[in-house]
């Protein structure tokens, strides 16, 4: 089995690295297409704007390599940022165009909400997600850690498998088909994250057989 994490030059690439590693899978960083190519499963992790993400992802021709394989049913994991960029369009900063793999947009938290939601909330799940095998072992309600100020808006509610209050019930994961994506962040979730990983891993696994 062979996990890639996708390096474009914005995320905290190593700490997924090394939650796998604690895990007991193997999972190297890379940016060369090739590599990524021959992938069983492929992590997009990501951490700063949208518009400055896609501009790096298209520059390194990663974009276009991303949606084929996700096209062609290879797993793929979005996480912190990397879930939005899955999505149609952002509007942080401006108007931007996703990879458009997963139906819906990007939008930030309004009102008077402290914005970045940064710690620790929970994880509710949704009828969807309760039966879903990236949510084995992973009981409703469980918490995991945020750091984001904004989140996704998908078209299809049944493509929700996790939701979190603040503000409003927004989607803190979701899925289509072999492509998921969870707004916290796994390597920094303590159990929950290693579970969410040990599944990512299992659905991979399970794949390529």
């Not at 990663?62 to 062609?72: N, R, T, Y």
């Not at 072992?137 to 469980?142: A, E, K, T, V, Y």
């Not at 707004?183 to 057989?209: I, W």
């Amino acid at each position: 089995m062979h996990i890639a994490i996708i390096d474009y030059g914005m995320g905290n690439l190593r700490n997924v690295q090394k939650a796998f590693e604690h895990i007991g899978v193997s999972a190297v960083i890379s940016a060369q297409v090739g590599e990524l190519q021959d992938a069983d499963g492929l992590v997009l992790p990501g951490v700063g704007a949208f518009g400055d993400a896609m501009h790096n992802l298209r520059t390194a021709g990663l974009a276009d390599l991303i949606c084929e394989q996700a096209g062609a049913g290879v797993p793929l994991l979005g996480i912190c940022l990397g879930l939005q960029l899955l999505f149609e369009k952002s509007e942080e900063m401006g108007q931007h165009e996703g990879l458009g793999i997963l139906p819906g947009r990007v939008v930030r938290f309004e009102g008077e909400l402290k914005v970045p939601h940064i710690g620790w909330n929970q994880l509710d799940l949704t009828p969807h997600g309760a039966t879903h095998p990236l949510l084995r072992g992973i009981n409703d309600h469980s918490y995991a850690y945020f750091v984001h100020s904004y989140y996704v808006v998908p078209a299809q509610a049944d493509r929700i498998l996790t939701t979190t209050a603040y503000g409003v019930d927004f989607a803190s994961m979701a899925g289509l088909d072999d492509v998921f994506g969870a707004q916290f962040h796994p390597e920094k979730s303590q159990e929950v994250g290693l579970q969410l990983l040990r599944n990512f891993a299992g659905v991979v696994e399970r794949k390529g057989r």
